[in-house]
């Protein structure tokens, strides 16, 4: 790529880690926690409404507190096993201090998580028990809503359907639907009789799910997700005259995404009914008041991810001619960073879950003779970056590996792959699978597709939209703040220039193959991941005829790119890999 001068600073987000001694872990406590899930289980869930009642009817003017998390994505432990690092600011088990403070205020708080509970920090190697770890942890603790997420998708819908079946609370979404006779997959709503007053939690979730899982249908089989905020209008009309006070539970950031027609900020503008909205999904950490449509506020939160804060709702209420009147709503974020302690006897109930997915993180699956990126940070120099990701910034042996990987297991001509963390690295010495997930964040599953030559230019530019285009008297090169760091795809198999000092989709140059230049009408094999996939299938460069190779269908489980990479080191480089020739060891 060509630039001209670098001077560029991100504000790093520094947190504190110390370090949790893993040396006096005793053997994992079998309970009854660990109960596998036995025969073949069903892929559908029955659910009935049914009203929950908390305390008794008295008092003339009350608070109604309610409290929310969301994007917790398997820390039950304030710990980070991709790193083996303890985390500050994380985990159910330093919010569930929050929510007992809470309930020491306010007994008869509700307690609701909008979803993308169980993906990521090893939740992956609980999949198999009857009920995950996460949700027996919300069940512990006494949550009464669950409102799913996109990323309770990414795995079969029997796995999902187990964790709704025993989830002790109400699990929400007013916009998934069953196709076969468009009724509501889990509950549109739940009501709450809270010391006499109505209250309505309603849920909803990001429409996209088959956007995301377009490689595995059967994630979603028998299901189709509405616009939410058509969805949401529709539920809100039926409860009319049955609640008091209305929250959203939804898994929706504050902007639609793609085609979306609304996010939790235009929903709470056009539906004004709602008192609060408790949002996610965006892994943002706000607290809004927004102007509605008729002059009212509404109230929207979001608690950061992986247990960052506890969102706090309290919703005054006064009985004004024998009718419950909203008084006023504030909102706020707890932040578990300022939790000293974390929940030791939740800690102690589910130990077998921090011992299992530390021993798992620790598996050693050979040797790193180098540094794969001596330079992390672009300028400083430095492993953290606080200026500009040398990942992003030039061809880095690390995303080869990742595309050698790739091109390996889908025998392509090329392959893309993003940084998913700005500081990822492989580091001379141990290979553990730990820093498999330090390379690969996410648990996607691998896809060859047939392009032409002419799309696979238009991809290529799509990506490249990544940058700004340099201005006359411009001292670096930036980035354009619309386009996420995931999606920025770099590209092996090929040789090419990026000038970004053209405007978007005029961007990529000198592409050669082979020392030959691209054809459009040739078909060349890519090698891509699922997301991928999914996001060309919807710029239209493939579809679902265009796939030749899906590592899901072949491998299930074990056909996840991490796998894959961890099948690589063992099996093709023997164990030994090193940034110079990782890639002539096959
Ligand atoms: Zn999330």
Not at 226 to 242: C, F, H, M, N
Not at 345 to 360: G, N, P, Q, T
Not at 518 to 543: E, S
Request: glycine share 8%; charged share 25%; proline share 3%.
């Amino acid at each position: 790529m060509k630039k001209s001068g670098i001077f560029f600073c991100l504000v790093a987000l520094v947190l504190s880690f110390s370090m949790l001694s893993c040396a006096g872990l005793k053997s994992a406590n079998k309970s009854g926690r660990e109960q596998l899930a036995i025969g073949k289980q069903t892929d559908s869930v029955n659910l009935k409404h049914k009203l929950v009642t908390k305390g008794k009817p008295g008092a003339d003017k009350l608070t109604i507190t309610i409290g929310a998390t969301g994007d917790l994505h398997g820390r039950l432990f304030p710990y980070e096993y991709s790193i083996c690092e303890d985390k500050k600011g994380a985990g159910l088990s330093k919010i569930s201090v929050l929510v007992k403070k809470l309930r020491a205020e306010n007994p008869n708080t509700i307690l609701v998580d909008v979803g993308d509970t169980v993906q990521d920090n090893s939740a992956e190697l609980f999949n198999k028990l009857e009920t995950h770890p996460m949700i027996q942890a919300m069940n512990y603790m006494g949550y009464d809503v669950w409102a799913l997420g996109n990323h309770e998708f990414n795995f079969e819908k029997e796995f999902l359907c187990r964790n709704i079946r025993n989830f002790k609370g109400a699990v929400l979404s007013a916009n998934i639907k069953n196709t076969k006779d468009g009724s509501n997959f889990v509950l549109p709503y739940q009501i709450f009789n809270v010391e006499g007053v109505r209250v309505a939690v309603v849920g909803a979730v990001t429409p996209h799910i088959p956007l995301w899982e377009a490689s595995s249908p059967s994630h979603f089989k028998g299901l189709k997700f509405e616009e939410p905020i058509i969805a949401l209008r529709k539920t809100v009309d039926s409860l009319k005259g049955k609640y008091d006070v209305l929250v959203g539970a939804f898994h929706l950031g504050r902007d639609a995404e793609y085609d979306s027609k609304a996010g939790a900020i235009e929903i709470a503008k056009q539906i004004s009914e709602f008192d609060i909205i408790f949002a996610g999904h965006e892994h943002a950490r706000f607290a809004t008041e927004v102007d509605g449509k008729n002059g009212d506020k509404t109230w929207v939160i979001e608690p950061g991810c992986y247990g960052w804060a506890l969102a706090v709702g309290k919703i005054k209420v006064e009985k004004k001619a024998n009718a419950w009147k909203v008084v006023s709503v504030t909102a706020e974020n707890l932040k578990t960073a300022t939790v000293s302690e974390s929940d030791k006897d939740l800690e102690k109930e589910f130990k077998f879950v921090h011992d299992e997915a530390y021993k798992d993180a620790n598996v050693v699956i050979g040797t790193v003779t180098e540094d794969f990126i001596p330079r992390v940070d672009y300028i400083t120099g430095k492993e953290k970056v606080t200026t500009m990701p040398t990942i992003q910034m030039e061809d880095t042996a690390l995303i080869d590996l990742l595309n050698t990987v790739q091109r390996y297991y889908a025998k392509a001509d090329i392959s893309s792959s993003a940084a998913f963390r700005s500081e990822m690295n492989l580091k001379k010495g141990k290979f553990r699978k730990r820093d498999v997930a330090v390379i690969y964040k996410y648990p996607n599953t691998l896809m060859g597709v047939k392009i032409t030559g002419k799309n696979l230019l238009k991809y290529m530019e799509w990506s490249a939209s990544y940058y700004n285009t340099t201005k006359k008297g411009d001292v670096t090169i930036s980035f354009n703040p619309d386009v996420r760091a995931y999606n920025y795809d770099m590209f092996d198999g090929l040789s090419y220039d990026i000038d970004i000092s053209k405007k978007a989709g005029n961007r990529i140059k000198n592409v050669l193959i082979n020392g030959k230049p691209v054809n459009p009408k040739k078909l060349y094999k890519l090698a891509v991941n699922n997301y991928r996939f999914g996001t060309l299938k919807k710029l239209g460069f493939v579809n679902d005829d265009s796939v030749y190779y899906d590592s899901y269908e072949e491998m299930q489980d074990a056909g996840r790119i991490r796998d894959l990479i961890i099948k690589y080191v063992k099996e093709v480089c023997k164990g030994k890999i090193s940034p110079s020739d990782f890639s002539k060891c096959k």
